[in-house]
T-cell receptor
């Protein structure tokens, strides 16, 4: 039972354009969502998060949008840069659980 | 210096061998986690510990055991390794009373022949 799903295994975007990574979840109890970025031979690195009381959170080039009614979140990267090429994982948790449930990951490739 | 370290970084072993993966952290966090990553499956939780005397099974604990030797150290053991335990293993930490953000180590690539 995959509670957090990233349906696109890979995404290719031109440098300077917008990258949009998507994530869907099934458990309505989830109230905190995170995005992690992973380079080869390194551990996942926290990128940005959002609480369910918000529908948008922005940090520089990265913005996460949350649509609770659709149980969907997305990560926007504008403008995309070659260093953004990595695997991106979305994750979710609910209050007090202190456990994260991860999606399968999306490999983003930024082409020069 | 890295806040979360894992040893070894790479290990090749044979079926039936006992293997221990170690994790240490200097972040002062009380909560520690072990995950495995397989292609197409994301990160799956093996075990987690909220303090030294607290150990909990994750979604895929069969074939694994853990030991929390100190607040800063959390070890994962494969009692009798099998080929389908070939994977990337990650340790993570988080701080109680704050957000659920977890911080990961660099990973251990384990190959079981």
């Amino acid at each position: 039972d995959q509670q957090v799903k990233q349906n696109s295994p890979s995404l290719s975007v031109q440098e300077g354009r917008i990258s949009i990574l998507n994530c869907d979840y099934t458990n309505s109890m989830f109230d905190y969502f995170l995005w992690y970025k992973k380079y080869p031979a390194e551990g996942p690195t926290f990128l940005i998060s959002i609480s369910s009381i918000k529908d948008k959170n922005e940090d520089g080039r990265f913005t996460v949008f949350l649509n609770k009614s659709a149980k969907h979140l997305s990560l926007h990267i504008v403008p995309s840069q070659p260093g953004d090429s990595a695997v991106y994982f979305c994750a979710a948790s609910f209050q007090g659980a202190q456990k994260l449930v991860f999606g399968q990951g999306t490999r983003l490739t930024i082409n020069p | 210096d890295a806040d979360v370290t894992q040893t070894p970084r790479n290990r090749i072993t044979k079926t039936g061998k006992r293997i221990m993966l170690e994790c240490s952290q200097t972040k002062g966090h009380d909560r520690m986690y072990w995950y495995r990553q397989d292609p197409g499956l994301g990160l799956r939780l093996i075990y987690y510990s909220f303090d030294v005397k607290d150990i909990n099974k994750g979604e895929i604990s069969d074939g694994y055991s853990v030991s929390r030797q100190a607040q800063a150290k959390f070890s994962l053991s494969l009692e009798s390794a099998i080929p389908n335990q070939t994977a990337l293993y990650f340790c993570a930490t988080s701080e109680s009373g704050t957000s659920d953000t977890q911080y990961f180590g660099p990973g251990t690539r384990l190959t079981v022949l």
